[in-house]
């Protein structure tokens, strides 16, 4: 396994891409993790309370409010990266159950060595497949499953279709919730496939991030959020208006609106996402 080291930056193979680690300069014990140059994960080694990403803050504010505070989930996180959202968890619900799906055994060992998460026997990772978890995982066992799975800055084909949302509604529990991260630009075709796929299986849903975004007129992260129940939208919206970077909620129908006209994906036919702009994550190398 090829590695190098330049000042306090490692850089290794591993078996999806080049994995990188950079020290946070304005946060001592903190790192972000790229893949083939695309920001995955940062890491505040001494507050895993902090939330670098907007969008895993967006994730995090909807962990938040689906239940009670501090009351213990039982949580799948499909995708691993460096485990930002599986240590917050473990930090604001204590007692919480986590499942970490990650393909990159290679990856996570780099995490284990560089950015060690506590020990806890309620949190462990397993490497193999997300559908595969999902497929070998019993009916309504979570209370929350967490999709936050790319190759590169693109989400799989086989992660995308009805038959995988499928799976996520069977493993959930009747009043449990899907979370993804959408990542997507102008027009939009992939954001607004996969909310009428997923709204397919999981109909009551909304949909976070920020304005341009939502508009089409950037590309950026969408959080959406689906279950069997209405979600918590007032508060949400709240949550992400009075974030470091103001985000909106749509739902109801101007979530019917956003998704109208497209086609709910399926096996046959998914494709990845689209991929972002060349140079998009330029800037924070």
């Given at each position: 396994m090829g590695r190098k080291r330049a000042g306090d930056r490692l850089v290794e193979q591993v078996d999806t891409g080049q994995a990188e680690l950079l020290p946070d300069p304005d946060r001592p014990g903190s790192w972000t993790l790229l893949l083939?140059?695309?920001?995955?994960?940062?890491?505040?080694?001494t507050d895993p309370t902090h939330l670098e990403f907007e969008y895993v803050r967006r994730?995090?504010?909807?962990?938040?409010?689906?239940?009670?505070?501090?009351?213990?989930?039982?949580?799948?996180?499909l995708g691993g990266g460096a485990l930002t959202l599986p240590r917050y968890v473990s930090a604001t619900r204590?007692?919480?159950?986590?499942?970490?799906?990650?393909?990159?055994?290679?990856?996570?060992?780099?995490?284990?060595r560089v950015l060690p998460w506590p020990t806890d026997p309620r949190l462990r990772v397993r490497v193999a497949d997300a559908r595969a978890v999902l497929a070998g995982s019993r009916d309504a066992s979570y209370d929350v499953v967490v999709a936050d799975v790319f190759a590169g800055?693109?989400?799989?084909?086989?992660?995308?279709?009805?038959?995988y949302a499928a799976e996520v509604a069977r493993v959930l529990r009747p009043a449990g919730w899907y979370l993804a991260n959408l990542a997507d630009g102008p027009p939009l075709r992939h954001a607004r496939g996969q909310v009428a796929t997923v709204r397919s299986v999981?109909?009551?849903?909304?949909?976070?991030?920020?304005?341009?975004?939502?508009?089409?007129?950037?590309?950026?992260?969408?959080?959406?959020?689906?279950?069997?129940?209405d979600p918590p939208v007032p508060a949400l919206t709240r949550r992400a208006a009075g974030d470091w970077f103001p985000g909106r909620v749509v739902a109801g129908d101007e979530l019917d609106r956003f998704s109208g006209g497209a086609t709910v994906v399926r096996d046959a036919d998914a494709t990845g996402s689209d991929p972002p702009p060349p140079g998009l994550f330029s800037v924070r190398r």
């Amino acid at each position: 396994m090829g590695r190098k080291r330049a000042g306090d930056r490692l850089v290794e193979q591993v078996d999806t891409g080049q994995a990188e680690l950079l020290p946070d300069p304005d946060r001592p014990g903190s790192w972000t993790l790229l893949l083939d140059g695309a920001p995955q994960s940062h890491v505040d080694l001494t507050d895993p309370t902090h939330l670098e990403f907007e969008y895993v803050r967006r994730l995090a504010a909807a962990i938040d409010l689906i239940a009670p505070p501090g009351t213990p989930l039982r949580v799948l996180h499909l995708g691993g990266g460096a485990l930002t959202l599986p240590r917050y968890v473990s930090a604001t619900r204590p007692g919480s159950t986590q499942r970490v799906s990650e393909v990159d055994g290679a990856l996570v060992e780099l995490v284990r060595r560089v950015l060690p998460w506590p020990t806890d026997p309620r949190l462990r990772v397993r490497v193999a497949d997300a559908r595969a978890v999902l497929a070998g995982s019993r009916d309504a066992s979570y209370d929350v499953v967490v999709a936050d799975v790319f190759a590169g800055a693109r989400t799989p084909a086989h992660l995308t279709s009805v038959e995988y949302a499928a799976e996520v509604a069977r493993v959930l529990r009747p009043a449990g919730w899907y979370l993804a991260n959408l990542a997507d630009g102008p027009p939009l075709r992939h954001a607004r496939g996969q909310v009428a796929t997923v709204r397919s299986v999981l109909p009551r849903a909304c949909l976070v991030g920020d304005a341009a975004v939502l508009r089409g007129r950037r590309y950026g992260n969408l959080v959406l959020l689906a279950g069997r129940t209405d979600p918590p939208v007032p508060a949400l919206t709240r949550r992400a208006a009075g974030d470091w970077f103001p985000g909106r909620v749509v739902a109801g129908d101007e979530l019917d609106r956003f998704s109208g006209g497209a086609t709910v994906v399926r096996d046959a036919d998914a494709t990845g996402s689209d991929p972002p702009p060349p140079g998009l994550f330029s800037v924070r190398r």
